[in-house]
């Protein structure tokens, strides 16, 4: 039996299991732009990085996937302390530093890769790839749905530590003015290193759930980093529920769009979602009204 | 010194001979510098951070291959290009009203999606067929005027007013406001002036290379490179992305030639390191602050 409606059904789940993750590849790049006032523009390769640290662990020591995931995040933390150190520390406050120096950053990390393991395509296969279960008439698919599950409850982790401890609650007021935040006694310089740790351990993360469900190359790092940009201008900075509500409406825009105007359309939807909320939502469509800067 | 330099670039296709490598270095350095200078309008002069920039170069490519294969002439069809970058700079306008990163992630992506929607359409480019009686090497002399053009239009901004205006504006848009100088106004000229000249070198380069691909003249390297240039060089200034132009591309190309397989991570380090030691570029660091010379500038 095949029908419309479980078409529509099955288009809604898979962009639902989606979102979930597309929330989680975001939010490395939303603590580091709300907490560091730095647009990283190499995310995506952080992600990239994450996605072939997890196929090696796998593929070399002959792992489980997920657990690789989870030797995998600590690796890529590690390269986000070293970037840190070497590349982002004592910038200048000017806006467009950092972004020039984190495209430079973003062609070192693609070469590389491309140079260490070649452009060709790789995936993660894992015990689940290939199977579903079968939910009325709508087929999930396992691996998108642990993947989702993971991504969820990170992130709930993720908004109770920054919510409920006092570290995250300085992190929280770092975001909000760095300035006034020194003068309590927050270590300003070593909760920033923190968070860009985290948040590369996040990317990495993202990566190897990403990994386990589409192929990735070394280039496909851009990619990420506009889907990225898409969410962020969705949510607002600085809103973890927002950054969900964000993957979410994406993905959906992204299954329902690539279906009715054909895949190749895919990510002009997501560009064009962009442009129309930057202009009549500049602060999200969840972002809390704030005083305008001068 | 001016005439000097302007003499020497015309002189290069006589001095070359038949070398046909020299004249194509030659017109792939000009056109990144051209690109350089008009970026410098609106992300220099104005410091609107421009991530849009080859969508100017990519439409007036595209504008050219459509005309001239109706049967315009080429460099009418160069001209048609850069009123299209005009199009699409006047496009682009309502996102000026966005501020610094937000600015540039929307010109980003405003790129990007002109680019994947062309690609769906036109997936293997459009090649163009030669015109009788124009060579590369009048190619190389209509874009070294347009080069000179460019020096000229920059040379007569920076002793206007208009520069005094883009310049509060990037330095401190409320009180550029509030002392009188319209905003909306010279935010869209510096955008229209730049993306027209951009779309000059678009038409052009799209003409030479009689093949114009969407996925090659919507790429971000039209954006990235002038914008290394600006910063490398110093920005707002006549000079600063002329050598910016010149140091960028002599690294580029003397790692291409030495350290060939590595030469990309390398070069990102070097732009890594120029940011992280000298964010203000290369000559405002080296040749106003160690050497003392003064710039006479208002800022």
New interface residues.
Partial sequence: MFSFEVLFGQLLVGAILLGGLYALVTIGLALI?GVMRI?NIAHGEFIIFGAYATYWISHLLRFDPFLSIVLAVPVSGLLGFLVNTL?IK???K????P???S??????????ML?AWSGDPRSIVTPFTAESIRLGLVLVPIVRLIAFVISLSILMLLYLFLTRTFAGRAVRAIAQDSEAAATLGIPVQRLQTFTFVLSTCLAGLSGGLVAMIVSFQPTLG?EFL?KS??IL?LAGVGNIQGIMAGGLILSIAESYGSFFL?S??R??VA??L??VL??TR?RGLFGEKQVRE? | MATIAGAALFAIPVVAGGNNFIIALSFIFATYTTLALSWNIVGGFAGQ?NLGHAAFFGVAAYTLALSTNAGMHPYVGVLAGGIAAIGMALLMS??L??R???F???T???T??IK??I??VHAYGIRLTPYQGLSRVQNYYFLATLLITVCVATFLIERSRIKLAFVSIRENE?LASGSGVNLVKYKVLALVLSGFFTGLVGGIYGYNLLYVPAEHVFS?EWT?IP??MV?IGGRGTLTGPLIGAVIYLGIYYVLQFTVT??S??V??????LI??FM?QGLIETLVVKKLGVRRTSIV
């Fill in positions: 732009f647009l590349v004592g910038l200048t000017s806006f467009d530093a972004i020039v120096s495209f430079g950053l973003l062609l070192v990390l693609q070469a590389s140079i851009p506009l940009f898409v201008a054909g190749g359309l990510n002009v560009y064009l962009l442009i930057l202009l500049p001068v | 951070l309502p996102l009203k966005l610094g990163d937000y540039a992630i929307g980003l992506s405003l990007e999606a994947v929607a690609l769906n409320a971000i990235i914008l290394f910063l397989e590595i990309l991570v070069f990102g380090l070097v732009v890594v940011i992280k964010p």
